[in-house]
């Protein structure tokens, strides 16, 4: 896994590199709605929004994912076989889902409800904007409950671990994302997008 990301984030910086000369290039000849990023309004592009296009929902969900999957690991619950206090712990994790499903469609499917639009609409919503928030929050309290049942989780030590874990283990995925993002940007910048 890690020599593909790592094959993946060398194509994007080759492909960045290649942007920025083809910019340079097309800019040079006078190609209509084209700017180089090597020009005096590209380097300050670059450097005046680097932050921005990194602070993205993307990049929330990313990081969200990566705990509920390390969570998820952590705590025991994607194994295949299970003792008698697993069970009992899946039973006690399944109980803690259905507790939140059911909140949740309170939350969305009431009249009126809290997490619909001002039209009452589903999508888009308060609800549609954190979806993923919302899928993630509840695989990681599913997961704690199970690990907490299970004995797997048994210090606050153990479930900040448990949280960490898929952040920790996915951390090429952030760098093949920041240079993703830049090299989308970047063609927003030099073809379509005008600031």
């Not at 309170?106 to 009126?112: A, Q």
């Not at 090299?183 to 379509?192: D, N, P, Q, Y």
């Amino acid at each position: 896994m890690r020599n593909r990301l790592a094959i993946v984030g060398a194509v994007l910086l080759v492909a960045e590199a290649a942007l920025v000369l083809i910019s340079w290039i097309l800019s040079a000849t006078m190609t209509a709605g084209v700017r180089s990023l090597l020009s005096a309004e590209g380097i300050r592009w670059f450097f005046g929004c680097f932050t921005d296009m990194l602070a993205s929902p993307p990049l929330a969900w990313l990081v969200l994912t990566l705990m509920a999957v390390g969570c998820m690991q952590q705590s025991g619950i994607l194994c295949r076989q299970h003792s008698y206090r697993d069970r009992i712990a899946l039973r006690v994790a399944a109980a803690f889902l259905a507790i939140y499903v059911i909140t949740i469609l309170l939350l969305t499917v009431m009249p009126h409800a809290v997490l619909l639009s001002a039209t009452g609409s589903l999508f888009p919503s308060p609800f549609s904007n954190s979806l993923v928030a919302v899928v993630a929050f509840g695989l990681v309290v599913v997961s704690l409950a199970f690990g907490l049942v299970s004995g797997r989780l048994q210090t606050l030590a153990d479930i900040m671990e448990a949280l960490s874990t898929g952040i920790r283990r996915g951390a090429p995925l952030f760098v093949v994302f920041i240079l993703a993002m830049q090299l989308l940007e970047s063609l927003k910048f030099v073809f379509w997008f005008k600031q």
